[in-house]
């Protein structure tokens, strides 16, 4: 058994004696001039054979017009998959969501810069943002339904967010937030002026322009039925618009 053991160790010695001289030669070439300068010769045959067929192959006509065939192939396979990608409702709802997800961020935002105003400042700002309801005849806002005002006018058009789409006069007014708060429950019940919706003039009481979606209609101008399956009803919209200023239906919380 011991020489069993002995051999088996004069084997292992043997073998890293070799490997020991093997690197100990390669240590040596490597440290050498002219092995040095070999390799950089070879190196530089080497790259010079590459330029040159790289070069050869740019100017052949062939290999050309083959690559613009497949830069072809590629866009359209590209545009392709974009116009199946943005036809996707899964994907039309997830842009939709995230759209609704920065506006509210914005909001919440904004509305941490109006908290930190002086109380001049908060007060001109809510007058001034109020004042985006039409103004028909009605018992006044309380306080509480003014702040709620403020909050759902600076959403824009909740319609036109849900749709997706804008026209160029829609995306203008919307731009400098321009609504009419639409009144669903009158304007003299109580918690009348916190059941207001956001809405362009376009889905509210004006005629769309020409180069608007045929879908576009306002509320007290056409099929009030039709309107609502074309954006939601009007309790509907109401919960989502609540959720998007992050506020409690009162009159709900009050009964």
């Keep these: 058994m011991s020489d069993n053991s002995s051999d088996y160790e004069k084997k292992i010695a043997k073998a890293n004696a070799s490997r020991q001289r093997q690197i100990e030669r390669q240590k040596a070439r490597l440290a050498c001039p002219d092995y040095q300068q070999q390799r950089q010769d070879k ?9 040159e067929r790289s070069k050869e192959r740019m100017a052949d006509p062939d290999y050309i017009n083959e ?30 969501e995230k759209k609704l997800l920065q506006i509210k961020a914005a909001q919440i935002k ?10 001049t400042v908060k007060k001109e700002s809510k007058v001034s943002s109020f004042s985006k309801s039409r103004g028909l005849k009605g018992r006044s806002p309380t306080s509480i339904e003014k702040q709620l005002g403020d909050k759902i006018g600076d959403i824009g058009c909740i319609c036109c967010l849900n749709q997706g789409w804008y026209t160029s006069d829609m995306q203008e007014q919307e731009t400098v937030k321009f609504v009419s708060l639409h009144h669903v429950d009158g304007r003299t019940k109580q918690w009348a002026h916190a059941k207001v919706l956001p809405l362009c003039a376009y889905h ?9 979606p045929v879908e576009l209609t306002p509320i007290h101008r056409g099929n009030k039925n039709e309107w609502e399956k074309l954006n939601g009803t009007e309790d509907e919209l109401l919960k989502q618009v609540y959720e998007l200023i992050n506020e409690e239906r009162p009159w709900l919380t009050s009964e």
């Design 43 to 51: 190196l530089k045959a080497s790259q010079s054979r590459s330029y």
């Design 67 to 96: 690559q613009r065939e497949k830069q072809a192939r590629a866009i359209e396979r590209q545009q392709e998959r974009l116009r199946i990608k943005e036809s996707d409702p899964a994907y039309i709802k997830q842009q939709t």
């Design 110 to 119: 904004a509305a941490e810069k109006l908290t930190s105003n002086s109380n």
């Design 204 to 212: 509210h009481d004006t005629p769309a322009p020409d180069e608007a």
